[in-house]
């Protein structure tokens, strides 16, 4: 009798700590979207009922005019932000209260990926960002410019010298192998043609880095490390293949002994971080996106720091960019007008320079520019960005149904970017693919705190500007000697695969280049 008695206590305080952590946001005021309809929602998308992107929209309409909303992220609450100003505050003006991303995995579990710039926190971050960000100056990216343009021509090159005069291709296929060549070379300094040698050990390695959010099994596994961390790692199941983890290590630490003993310099990455273990730079505070000089505490970088974020720079560059090439390219096929246009920007910049292309020639061109911009509008890397709380903070209500919502430290919210993207109180029509919204012109219509493509704040992406000069190169010289058109094989409009973590199709990219006689 005493056991039941106990037992009934023991469920009556489970039901009681249940219902009071699904209650949380109540004691705000704030509306939430029931766990039920979240829940519903992902087994729609995991039964292949629904994709990735229509959920992210019917959950950030499911609580219409309002700046926020609470979700309850199975273990825990999170805020998920809608309103561009109060993204703009809690991203920017106080970034100082939410400097984190959630934690993922402990560096002892997964040194490469616990070790890079995305995953590390607080002063250790703020450090390895201040001592990467000078790979990304003006300076240094006319030196990688010249890195860039030459696999640009290799690849044109490689596609010219083919008798068809139309080739047809699957994009993502082709495009990895440029940006393997561009990484190699601006990131290690070392000379990969992934088209004669299509086997090399980079794109062996970069297929298993990409691989870790594919396939159903891998989804779950990326959820669960997501979601529940310590789950993860006491299930001992690795992020990545352990040989890509040696590989890293091992290239570093190669390439680290080869120029120290040959007195190698080159302005690249791995260079400046070699600096900086030299000299352990001083720890640096970042407050509201400016830098000042902390206390005398010094960090000393190991050559394994320096191969994680050699391996986060590789990682980010590899896929992402390609990918963007990928959708860019279907939505100028789909758009045949805006493809003329873009190639009388080319020849019209190509003239001018009389053939000498230059850095300043492609920073110049300003329709590549918002082409690429509402392709990362409507196709976003990712669907959503997370940060963590470090110092209390607490909203203001601003309209008269709020009430102050006190985030502690340890508090979740996420910045719904594909969401924001396509609602139409911030882009009109947003799922027509419209450059104009871009066209500096109009640069009074985009809100800040709205076009989230490479995130918000001082932990926005650091490399996008080295991404664009990327991009915008390889497209050059690729709109100057063929045109983007459509095959039998070409799915249009596109099918996303359900599943994905990320946009990606169902049936790849294929297109085909038609050579431009000239």
């Given at each position: 009798m005493l056991g039941l008695f106990l037992a009934g206590i023991v469920?009556?305080?489970?039901?009681?700590?249940?219902?009071?952590?699904?209650?949380?946001?109540?004691?705000?005021?704030?509306?939430?979207?029931s766990s039920i309809y979240l829940l519903k929602e992902l087994v729609k998308v995991y039964c292949r009922q629904r994709i990735m992107t229509d959920?992210?929209?019917?959950?950030?309409?499911?609580?219409?005019?309002?700046?926020?909303?609470?979700?309850?992220?199975?273990?825990?609450?999170?805020?998920?932000?809608?309103?561009?100003?109060?993204?703009?505050?809690?991203t920017t003006k106080h970034f100082d209260h939410f400097t984190d991303h959630q934690y993922m995995i402990s560096e002892k579990f997964e040194p490469m990926w616990g070790k890079s710039l995305f995953i590390i926190k607080g002063q250790r971050w703020r450090t390895i960002r201040h001592i990467i960000s000078p790979s990304f100056t003006s300076n240094k990216l006319k030196i990688m410019f010249g890195l860039i343009t030459d696999s640009a021509k290799?690849?044109?090159?490689?596609?010219?010298?083919?008798?068809?005069?139309?080739?047809?291709?699957?994009?993502?296929?082709?495009?990895?192998?440029?940006?393997?060549?561009?990484?190699t070379s601006t990131s290690f300094g070392l000379a990969v043609d992934s088209f004669k040698n299509p086997n090399n050990q980079f794109l062996e390695i970069a297929e298993k880095m990409?691989?870790?959010?594919?396939?159903?099994?891998?989804?779950?596994?990326?959820?669960?490390?997501?979601?529940?961390?310590?789950?993860?790692?006491?299930?001992?199941?690795?992020?990545?293949?352990?040989?890509?983890?040696?590989?890293?290590?091992?290239?570093?630490?190669?390439?680290?002994h080869m120029r120290e003993e040959r007195g190698i310099v080159r302005p690249d990455m791995i260079h400046l971080l070699m600096e900086a273990k030299k000299e352990s730079l001083k720890e640096i505070h970042i407050d509201n996106g400016k830098s000042e000089d902390a206390d005398n505490k010094r960090i000393q970088l190991t050559n394994k720091d320096i191969a994680a974020q050699a391996f986060f720079f590789y990682l980010a560059g590899f896929d992402n960019v390609a990918t963007l090439l990928c959708f860019c390219c279907y939505e100028i096929v789909v758009n045949p007008e805006i493809q003329d246009r873009l190639r009388a920007e080319v020849q019209e910049s190509f003239d001018k320079c009389g053939g000498a292309?230059?850095?300043?020639?492609?920073?110049?061109?300003?329709?590549?520019?918002?082409?690429?911009?509402?392709?990362?509008?409507?196709?976003?890397?990712?669907?959503?960005?997370?940060?963590?709380?470090?110092?209390?903070?607490?909203?203001?209500?601003?309209?008269?149904?709020?009430?102050?919502?006190?985030?502690?430290e340890g508090s979740i919210f996420w910045l719904p970017i594909y969401a924001l993207h396509y609602d139409p109180s911030y882009f009109p029509d947003p799922e027509t693919f419209d450059p104009e919204r871009f066209n500096p012109k109009n640069k009074q219509n985009i809100k800040a705190g709205t076009f989230l493509a490479f995130g918000s704040g001082p932990r926005s992406c650091i490399g996008y500007r080295l991404a664009f000069l990327e991009v915008k190169t390889f497209l050059f010289h690729l709109l100057y000697h063929f045109e983007i058109v459509k095959t039998q094989k070409s799915q249009i409009p596109i099918k996303l695969k359900p599943t994905s973590p990320n946009l990606c199709p169902s049936d790849g990219f294929w297109f085909a280049f038609r050579k431009i006689r000239r």
């Open positions: 469920i009556c305080l489970i039901i009681y700590r249940v219902q009071r952590y699904f209650r949380y946001w109540d004691q705000y005021g704030v509306k939430t979207v959920m992210c929209k019917n959950v950030y309409n499911a609580i219409p005019n309002a700046r926020y909303f609470g979700v309850y992220q199975f273990s825990k609450p999170a805020l998920v932000l809608k309103d561009a100003d109060l993204i703009t505050e809690l290799n690849f044109t090159d490689h596609f010219l010298q083919k008798n068809e005069d139309v080739i047809e291709v699957e994009l993502k296929d082709v495009f990895t192998r440029f940006t393997n060549d561009v990484l990409c691989n870790f959010t594919s396939g159903f099994g891998n989804l779950i596994k990326f959820n669960i490390m997501v979601q529940w961390p310590a789950l993860y790692e006491f299930l001992g199941l690795p992020v990545f293949d352990t040989t890509v983890n040696d590989f890293f290590e091992k290239l570093v630490e190669d390439t680290i292309v230059t850095y300043d020639t492609i920073n110049e061109l300003k329709y590549f520019g918002m082409v690429l911009k509402e392709t990362l509008r409507k196709w976003p890397p990712v669907f959503a960005a997370d940060r963590v709380c470090t110092k209390s903070f607490t909203i203001q209500p601003k309209v008269p149904d709020e009430q102050p919502v006190y985030l502690k």
